[in-house]
């Protein structure tokens, strides 16, 4: 026979609720940050994938329209511009950062690279080795002068000498950290 005092316990008690609704949040909270840092790590590009990139799009450009195209680096909006002859802009290849552009160190150098000629300087009076380009310039013909790509980004520097109508990458890549 049932005990007269004892009342059956139906349902869950307060401090029962309140954990399960904590970790729920707790949940959604660890979800949450970890969409967003997939979504940035998506976004964020290295600059120099984003160099070649923008690369091979110039040249793809100049070869598709027949016409010289041009690729240059706009640092202010921190993209790569390909225009053509009569300075149109065609198309920005944007390098995505998580900091705003004046904070950003990010800076990319296109240089002229040493005259090769059977391993001397045919043209020794000449000094523009290492002097930076403003834009680089690509020939529907499918040529173009070899040039150095620098990326510079804080402690960090890239460079590459690039032949762009042939494999991009004409030497192994240079990083000092």
């Known amino acids: 026979m049932p005990h007269a005092n ?13 954990l399960v609704f904590a970790l729920i949040g707790v949940a959604t909270a660890v979800t949450i ?5 997939l979504g940035e790590s998506g976004n964020s590009e290295p600059p120099e994938n984003v160099a070649l990139h923008a690369i091979r799009t110039a040249r793809i450009a100049a070869i ?8 240059s680096w706009n640092k202010e909006e ?5 225009s053509t002859l009569n300075g149109n802009v065609v198309e ?18 296109f240089e002229s690279p040493a005259s090769e000629f059977h391993n001397r300087t045919p ?17 529907p ?28 990458p004409i030497q192994p890549e240079e990083a000092s950290r």
Do not use: H
């Not at 059956?8 to 401090?15: D, M, T, Y």
């Not at 598709?64 to 690729?71: P, R």
């Not at 921190?78 to 390909?82: D, L, S, T, V, Y």
């Open 64 to 71: 598709s329209e027949q016409e010289w195209t041009y690729l």
């Open 92 to 109: 920005k290849i944007v390098v995505e950062r998580g900091v705003s552009a004046n904070e950003d160190p990010l800076e990319v150098i």
């Open 123 to 139: 043209f020794e009076f000449r000094q523009d080795v290492g002097s930076p380009l403003k834009r680089i310039a690509f020939s």
């Open 141 to 168: 013909q499918r040529a173009s002068t070899p040039f150095i790509l620098r990326i510079l980004d804080g402690s960090i520097e890239y460079s590459r000498r690039i032949d762009p109508f042939s494999s991009l």
């Open 33 to 37: 940050v970890n969409f967003d840092m």
């Open 6 to 18: 004892c009342r059956e316990v139906r349902g869950f008690s307060l401090i029962e609720i309140v």
């Open 78 to 82: 921190r993209a790569f511009e390909i």
